[in-house]
């Protein structure tokens, strides 16, 4: 099993450009997390989904947007990035919460 | 957004001494988890445990769940250099059953 796939694993960004971070999972899991890990920081949740079709905000969704068409994938959307977005970015899924989360090896983004 | 406390926030340890750290909450928990992160990647699960004075072995290291089912411990006995990382807590509660809260975190160096 490849668990959890993120790509790309780095990209730097100029400000006001877009781009999806893609996230794909072959566990089966219903539940899929998208996290951002600042500097020295810990996880910030961004958008989470429970099922296919199904999205919820997190703590930080401002200019982010998801999707969940399929089980497998949950892609992530930075729409206008800009600097405060540069961040290491995680996807993660779940059978559910108390089973613990799979993470990705994440993608590190830079916006300059 | 909700997080738990973890404490300390950072450790600079020798080789061969033991850790601990702790997460502390204001609500109760039914599941408590261990991640570690290592430089450059995503969190990955050392030890999950389901019941009040649960007490839980993963080789050096040792988990417990509190009795008050607000707190959770790990230990890690004779720390070697391969443990340098980023240890966080993960709560999980049935108020809130789509997603973990995460603690702080806590980063562990340990020299030669």
């Known amino acids: 099993n490849a668990g959890v796939t993120q790509t790309p694993k780095f990209r730097i960004l100029k400000i006001g450009q877009s781009m999806t971070l893609q996230c794909t999972q072959d566990m089966n899991h219903n539940y899929m997390y998208w996290y951002r890990q600042d500097p020295g920081m810990g996880l910030k949740l961004i958008y989470y989904s429970v099922g296919a079709g199904i999205t919820d905000k997190g703590e930080v969704p401002n200019g982010y947007n998801v999707s969940r068409s399929t089980t497998e994938d949950f892609p992530l959307r930075l729409e206008l990035a800009a600097p405060s977005q540069t961040s290491v970015y995680f996807c993660?899924?779940?059978?559910?919460?108390?089973?613990?989360?799979?993470f990705g090896s994440g993608t590190r983004l830079t916006v300059v | 957004g909700q997080q738990l406390n973890q404490s300390p926030q950072s450790m600079f340890i020798q080789e061969g001494e033991d850790v601990s750290m702790n997460c502390t909450s204001s609500?109760?928990?039914?599941?408590w988890l261990w991640y570690k992160q290592d430089p450059g990647e995503g969190p990955v699960l050392l030890i999950a445990l389901y019941k009040a004075g649960e007490l839980t072995s993963n080789g050096r290291l040792t988990a417990q769940f509190g009795i008050t089912r607000k707190d959770s411990f790990l230990n890690i006995s004779a720390s070697i250099p391969s443990d340098v990382g980023i240890y966080f807590c993960a709560g999980h509660s049935t108020y809130n059953t789509d997603k973990l809260i995460f603690g702080t975190g806590t980063r562990l160096q340990v020299f030669p």
């Open positions: 993660a899924s779940s059978y559910g919460g108390s089973y613990g989360y799979t």
């Open positions: 609500s109760i928990f039914n599941t």
